[in-house]
C-alpha cells in the first residue's frame, strides 16, 4: 500500500544546532516533493521544492535532499531558531502533478 | 496581496443541517482542492479542480460536493453534515498543473454536533 511518513511526530533541539526532518515513502514515484511550514491554527505555507532529477536544494538556513532511490528525502535547517519552531510538512505529488498526498508532519521546537 | 479567503472561520452547525464553506482567490490561479485535516491523520485531500467546471474526487470525498463555475471561487458543500465531519478544513490553491506550490487560506474549524 501508499504510505508517507515523517520521522517522528515531535523533535526537540537546543537554538544553534541543525534540525534535521525525514520524509519516507512507499509505492509513490513523485516527480517531485515539497516542504510546507504549519504553525498552531494557520494554513500550511510554503518552504521548498525539489524535483526527482535534483539530489538537493537550498533556501536560506534551508536546505532538502531527495534520494529516490531510498524513496527519502531530509530537510535540515541550520543554526535553528525559536522562531523556527513549527510543524513541518512534506508532500509529493501524484498523477503528474494532479494532486497531493501530505505526510502526517513533524512538530518541531527549538529551546532557548 | 495574493491570499486565498475562506468563509467562514468557525462554524458550529447540527447534523442534517446543509453548509457551505466558501473559498475564493485573487491569484488568476487554474487549479484549486480543499482538504480536511484531522489529529494523528494529517492532511487528506477532499476534492480538486484543475479549472472552471472541471472537478475531481480526492482521498476522502463521501459526504462532500463541490463547484467550480469560476475560476476564482471553489466552494465546498457539506449537504447533511455528520460528526464525522467535524474537522478543519483547508482551501487551496496553485497556478497549474506543472507548478508545485501550494497556496492555503487560513482554515476553518467546523464542528457539528
Known amino acids: 500500500s501508499q504510505k508517507i511518513e515523517q520521522n517522528s511526530e515531535a523533535l526537540n533541539i537546543q537554538e544553534g544546532k541543525t534540525a534535521t526532518l525525514t520524509c519516507n515513502y512507499t509505492?509513490?514515484?513523485?516527480?517531485?516533493l515539497q516542504w510546507y511550514r504549519q504553525d498552531p491554527g494557520r494554513g500550511p505555507v510554503f518552504l521548498l521544492l525539489?524535483?526527482?532529477?535534483?539530489k538537493e536544494k537550498r533556501k536560506e538556513r534551508l536546505k532538502v535532499t531527495f534520494d529516490t532511490t531510498l524513496k527519502q528525502s531530509l530537510f535540515h535547517i541550520t543554526a535553528s531558531q525559536p522562531a523556527d519552531s513549527a510543524t513541518y510538512l512534506c508532500?509529493?505529488?501524484?498523477?503528474?502533478?494532479?494532486?497531493?498526498?501530505f505526510g502526517p508532519g513533524t512538530r518541531l521546537s527549538v529551546l532557548p | 496581496e495574493a491570499q486565498v479567503t475562506q468563509n467562514p472561520r468557525y462554524l458550529i452547525t447540527v447534523t442534517g443541517k446543509k453548509l457551505t464553506v466558501t473559498c475564493s482567490q485573487n491569484?488568476?490561479?487554474?487549479?484549486m482542492s480543499w482538504y480536511r485535516q484531522d489529529p494523528g491523520l494529517g492532511l487528506r485531500q477532499i476534492y480538486y479542480?484543475?479549472?472552471?467546471?472541471?472537478?475531481d474526487k480526492g482521498d476522502v470525498p463521501e459526504g462532500y460536493k463541490v463547484s467550480r463555475k469560476e475560476k476564482r471561487n471553489f466552494p465546498l458543500i457539506l449537504e447533511s453534515p455528520s460528526p464525522n465531519q467535524t474537522s478543519l478544513y483547508f482551501c487551496?490553491?496553485?497556478?497549474?498543473?506543472?507548478?508545485?506550490?501550494?497556496?492555503f487560506g487560513e482554515g476553518s474549524r467546523l464542528t457539528v454536533l
Open positions: 487551496a490553491s496553485r497556478q497549474g498543473i506543472n507548478t508545485g506550490e501550494l497556496f
Open positions: 509505492n509513490y514515484s513523485p516527480a517531485y
Open positions: 525539489i524535483r526527482e532529477n535534483e
Open positions: 508532500a509529493l505529488d501524484r498523477n503528474y502533478g494532479q494532486n497531493f498526498v
Open positions: 491569484m488568476n490561479h487554474e487549479y
Open positions: 479542480s484543475m479549472n472552471v467546471e472541471v472537478t
